[in-house]
């Protein structure tokens, strides 16, 4: 990878079961290290680190936008 490559910056990393938190098998994307969105899959999970197209996809718009109805 080059180093203007923007997605060196994303991990991918299981997440730990707890009492309170997710059931076992979900992961955790970290950009810079900072938890940025969860999966129920590895598969999911890869392809949000990987693929610009794919995050912004799943990106619903601006929540002030939508408080204005718009």
């Known amino acids: ?3 203007d490559d923007p ?6 990393v ?16 970290k950009w810079n290290a900072i938890p940025v969105r969860h999966f129920p899959g590895k598969e999911k999970a890869e392809r949000y680190a990987t693929d610009p197209e794919y995050r912004a996809s799943l ?7 939508k408080a204005k109805g718009k």
């Open 1 to 3: 990878m080059t180093d």
């Open 7 to 12: 997605n060196e910056a994303y991990e991918v």
């Open 14 to 29: 299981p997440i730990e079961p707890g009492p309170l938190g997710p059931p076992e098998g979900w992961w955790t994307v």
């Open 59 to 65: 990106v619903t718009g601006k929540p002030w936008e």
